[in-house]
C-alpha cells in the first residue's frame, strides 16, 4: 500500500490578524497535486485541521471544493481520505461526506459514540477498504476513545486473512511528541500514551502537531527513504509554516507498506513554501538594543527584500514608542513590498527569549470543538477562573442561579397564561 499523509492544512488561516494566506495555500496544493501524479499513492490523507476555523467562508470551500475535485480528475486512482481535526466542525464536514462519497473520497467528522459497542454496525463508518489494504478512519476525538480504535483493529483482523496492511488516522497530541514552535494557543495539548492505541495497525497518520516526526523512532529530516519496521505513528506536520517559530522544514510523507506487520518504507516530500518565516536579528545574534537600530536595519532591509513574515527580536528593557508598530506598517506600506509583520516582539533577556504577549503561567488550553459543545456559560467560566485572581467565582454562580431562577418563573407564568386562553 502507498500513501501520501499531510495534515494541518488551516485553509482559510488569517495570520498576525490581518494577512489572508489563499495564495500560500494554492502554492501548496500545486506540490501535493504534483506528488499524487508522480507517486500515484492508492491513498491520500488529510489528518484533519482541513479548515482554520469551524465556519469556514465560502471562499474557503470552493478552494477546498475546487483543488480537490481536481485532484480526483487527474488521480482517479487514488483515494482520498479527510477526517476532521479540532479546528473543524465534526458536524460540518460530516454532513458534506455523502455527496463526497460520490467521488470517492471518504470525509469523516463525528468520532464513535461513547456507546459504541451498544451499536450493532457502527464500524463501518469508520473503515474503509482497499485492495491494498485498510484505512480506519478516526477524526478529532475531545475524549480519550483509545477503545474504540481498538476495537475497529480488532473489527478489521477478524476478516485480514490476507495480512494487508492496515493504516489508521489520528488528530491528537500523542505523549513524546515534538512541540517545537507548535502555537500551544492553538488546540488541546493534553496527551495521549501512543500504548493506549494497541498495537494491530501498520502506520498511524496523525494530525495536530505542526513538526514532521516519527513518534516511536528516532527523528530524521530526509529525502531520501527511510526503512522502518511496523507499526510507525507519525505527524506529516502542517503545510504551510503557521509562524516564526517553525524554523524546520515542512513536508509531506509517502508511505509504502509492503505487508501488515511487515517494513515501512518513508520519505519526507520537502514543502517549498511561497513566503519564509523570519526573526531578525537571527537567534544565533544578539537582539536589537535600541529602538534606532531596528529602524535604521529595517530601512536597509526592506530596500532589498523579498516577500516574507518578519518578527523582531528586542532585548529586554528597550523603550520603544506606543507608535512604533504603526511606523513600521506604514515603512512596509509605503515600500510596496509584500513583507507580512508579526507585531509581537521577542523580548530577550539573559538568552532567554520571552515572548512578550505571552502570560507568566501556562494556562488551560480548550479545544476548538470542546468549546463548540459548551451549553452552559458557567463551565467557560469555571475552567478559565484561574486566569482572573480577582474574579468572585462564588458571587457570578449566585447571579447565574438567580437569572435561571427568574426565567424559569416567567416561563410558568407565560405557561400558565397559554393554559388560561
Same mark, same amino acid.
Given at each position: 500500500?502507498?500513501?501520501?499523509?499531510?495534515?494541518?492544512?488551516?485553509?482559510?488561516?488569517?495570520?498576525?490578524?490581518?494577512?489572508?494566506?489563499?495564495?500560500?495555500?494554492?502554492?501548496?496544493?500545486?506540490?501535493?497535486?504534483?506528488?499524487?501524479?508522480?507517486?500515484?499513492?492508492?491513498?491520500?490523507?488529510?489528518?484533519?485541521?482541513?479548515?482554520?476555523?469551524?465556519?469556514?467562508?465560502?471562499?474557503?470551500?470552493?478552494?477546498?471544493?475546487?483543488?480537490?475535485?481536481?485532484?480526483?480528475?487527474?488521480?482517479?486512482?487514488?483515494?482520498?481520505?479527510?477526517?476532521?481535526?479540532?479546528?473543524?466542525?465534526?458536524?460540518?464536514?460530516?454532513?458534506?461526506?455523502?455527496?463526497?462519497?460520490?467521488?470517492?473520497?471518504?470525509? &469523516?467528522?463525528?468520532?464513535?459514540?461513547?456507546?459504541? #459497542?451498544?451499536?450493532?454496525?457502527?464500524? !463501518?463508518?469508520? @473503515?474503509?477498504? *482497499? /485492495?491494498?489494504?485498510?484505512?480506519?478512519?478516526?477524526?478529532?476525538?475531545?475524549?480519550?476513545?483509545?477503545?474504540?480504535?481498538?476495537?475497529?483493529?480488532?473489527?478489521?483482523?477478524?476478516?485480514?486473512?490476507?495480512?494487508?496492511?492496515?493504516?489508521?488516522?489520528?488528530?491528537?497530541?500523542?505523549?513524546?511528541?515534538?512541540?517545537?514552535?507548535?502555537?500551544?494557543?492553538?488546540?488541546?495539548?493534553?496527551?495521549?500514551?501512543?500504548?493506549?492505541?494497541?498495537?494491530?495497525?501498520?502506520?498511524?497518520?496523525?494530525?495536530?502537531?505542526?513538526?514532521?516526526?516519527?513518534?516511536?523512532?528516532?527523528?530524521?529530516?530526509?529525502?531520501?527513504?527511510?526503512?522502518?519496521?511496523?507499526?510507525?505513528?507519525?505527524?506529516?506536520?502542517?503545510?504551510?509554516?503557521?509562524?516564526?517559530?517553525?524554523?524546520?522544514?515542512?513536508? &509531506?510523507?509517502?508511505?509504502?507498506?509492503?505487508?501488515? #506487520?511487515?517494513?515501512?518504507?518513508?520519505? !519526507?516530500?520537502? @514543502?517549498?513554501? *511561497? /513566503?519564509?518565516?523570519?526573526?531578525?536579528?537571527?537567534?544565533?545574534?544578539?537582539?536589537?538594543?535600541?529602538?534606532?537600530?531596528?529602524?535604521?536595519?529595517?530601512?536597509?532591509?526592506?530596500?532589498?527584500?523579498?516577500?516574507?513574515?518578519?518578527?523582531?527580536?528586542?532585548?529586554?528593557?528597550?523603550?520603544?514608542?506606543?507608535?512604533?508598530?504603526?511606523?513600521?506598517?506604514?515603512?512596509?506600506?509605503?515600500?510596496?513590498?509584500?513583507?507580512?509583520?508579526?507585531?509581537?516582539?521577542?523580548?530577550?533577556?539573559?538568552?532567554?527569549?520571552?515572548?512578550?504577549?505571552?502570560?507568566?503561567?501556562?494556562?488551560?488550553?480548550?479545544?476548538?470543538?470542546?468549546?463548540?459543545?459548551?451549553?452552559?456559560?458557567?463551565?467557560?467560566?469555571?475552567?478559565?477562573?484561574?486566569?482572573?485572581?480577582?474574579?468572585?467565582?462564588?458571587?457570578?454562580?449566585?447571579?447565574?442561579?438567580?437569572?435561571?431562577?427568574?426565567?424559569?418563573?416567567?416561563? !410558568?407564568?407565560?405557561?400558565?397564561?397559554? /393554559?388560561?386562553?
Amino acid at each position: 500500500m502507498r500513501i501520501l499523509h499531510t495534515a494541518d492544512l488551516h485553509i482559510g488561516q488569517i495570520i498576525y490578524q490581518h494577512y489572508e494566506r489563499a495564495d500560500e495555500h494554492l502554492h501548496f496544493f500545486r506540490q501535493l497535486e504534483k506528488w499524487t501524479e508522480e507517486f500515484k499513492p492508492d491513498v491520500l490523507i488529510v489528518a484533519g485541521d482541513l479548515f482554520d476555523i469551524p465556519q469556514p467562508s465560502a471562499s474557503c470551500w470552493r478552494m477546498f471544493t475546487e483543488v480537490f475535485v481536481r485532484l480526483r480528475k487527474k488521480c482517479p486512482e487514488t483515494k482520498i481520505v479527510i477526517v476532521a481535526g479540532n479546528h473543524d466542525s465534526a458536524s460540518r464536514l460530516q454532513s458534506h461526506s455523502e455527496i463526497w462519497a460520490l467521488a470517492d473520497t471518504s470525509i &469523516v467528522g463525528t468520532p464513535p459514540p461513547l456507546n459504541f #459497542k451498544d451499536v450493532e454496525g457502527w464500524e !463501518e463508518k469508520y @473503515i474503509l477498504r *482497499l /485492495r491494498s489494504g485498510y484505512i480506519i478512519m478516526l477524526p478529532y476525538m475531545s475524549s480519550d476513545k483509545t477503545d474504540a480504535a481498538i476495537a475497529l483493529q480488532e473489527y478489521v483482523a477478524k476478516e485480514n486473512a490476507e495480512n494487508l496492511p492496515v493504516v489508521m488516522t489520528g488528530h491528537l497530541a500523542v505523549t513524546g511528541c515534538d512541540f517545537t514552535g507548535h502555537d500551544t494557543e492553538i488546540g488541546m495539548l493534553r496527551t495521549v500514551d501512543l500504548d493506549r492505541f494497541g498495537k494491530d495497525y501498520d502506520y498511524l497518520a496523525l494530525g495536530h502537531i505542526h513538526r514532521p516526526q516519527t513518534i516511536n523512532h528516532p527523528h530524521f529530516i530526509s529525502e531520501d527513504a527511510k526503512i522502518l519496521p511496523s507499526p510507525i505513528a507519525r505527524y506529516s506536520g502542517s503545510a504551510l509554516h503557521v509562524s516564526c517559530d517553525e524554523a524546520y522544514p515542512h513536508s &509531506v510523507s509517502l508511505i509504502d507498506i509492503d505487508s501488515h #506487520k511487515g517494513n515501512i518504507s518513508l520519505r !519526507e516530500l520537502r @514543502i517549498d513554501q *511561497l /513566503r519564509h518565516f523570519h526573526n531578525f536579528p537571527p537567534n544565533s545574534e544578539p537582539p536589537f538594543a535600541s529602538e534606532k537600530e531596528i529602524f535604521k536595519w529595517f530601512e536597509s532591509f526592506i530596500k532589498d527584500a523579498e516577500s516574507c513574515y518578519i518578527r523582531f527580536r528586542v532585548e529586554k528593557g528597550v523603550d520603544l514608542a506606543s507608535d512604533f508598530n504603526n511606523r513600521i506598517y506604514t515603512l512596509i506600506e509605503q515600500s510596496g513590498k509584500d513583507i507580512r509583520y508579526n507585531p509581537k516582539i521577542i523580548w530577550v533577556s539573559n538568552e532567554e527569549e520571552i515572548n512578550s504577549a505571552a502570560d507568566e503561567e501556562a494556562e488551560e488550553e480548550i479545544a476548538v470543538e470542546e468549546l463548540q459543545q459548551m451549553t452552559d456559560p458557567l463551565q467557560f467560566i469555571r475552567r478559565t477562573s484561574d486566569q482572573y485572581p480577582s474574579l468572585d467565582l462564588g458571587m457570578i454562580e449566585d447571579a447565574f442561579r438567580e437569572i435561571e431562577e427568574e426565567i424559569r418563573l416567567m416561563n !410558568e407564568e407565560e405557561s400558565g397564561k397559554r /393554559r388560561s386562553r
